[in-house]
Nanobody, 115 residues
Framework: QGQLVESGGGRVQPGGSLRLTCAATGNIFSEYIMGWYRQAPGKQRELVASVTPRGIANFAAFVRGRFTSSRVNAENTMSLQMNNLGIDDTATYYC?????????WGPGTQVIVSS
């Protein structure tokens, strides 16, 4: 079973941008729809975006138009470009396949949007 590691988080001001990266090890990536999830303090984890193996991305309404996502199957990586970030985007971001059972969750990468 592979592992997932997220990176690229940080602190930005409202309106700023960040680019997150998901790196997968093991043969767990190329055949699955992969998702970006986030969990804000005190809230449940929610799906932000999903990307099919062929690179078709879908986004939750609350990020549509601000976030984009892509993947490179040969490198087992996926990215999430986040633009025009707002305070409500503050959360820890994770990647995982959208199918159940999910893979073991990685450590996530924290995004803090604050002025």
């Amino acid at each position: 079973q592979g592992q997932l590691v997220e990176s690229g988080g940080g602190r930005v001001q409202p309106g700023g941008s960040l680019r997150l990266t998901c790196a997968a090890t093991g043969n767990i990536f190329s055949e699955y729809i992969m998702g970006w999830y986030r969990q804000a303090p005190g809230k449940q984890r929610e799906l932000v975006a999903s990307v099919t193996p062929r690179g078709i991305a879908n986004f939750a309404a609350f990020v549509r138009g601000r976030f984009t996502s892509s993947r490179v199957n040969a490198e087992n990586t996926m990215s999430l470009q986040m633009n025009n970030l707002g305070i409500d985007d503050t959360a820890t971001y994770y990647c995982n396949r959208t199918a159940v059972p999910t893979l073991p969750w990685g450590p996530g990468t924290q995004v803090i949007v604050s002025s």
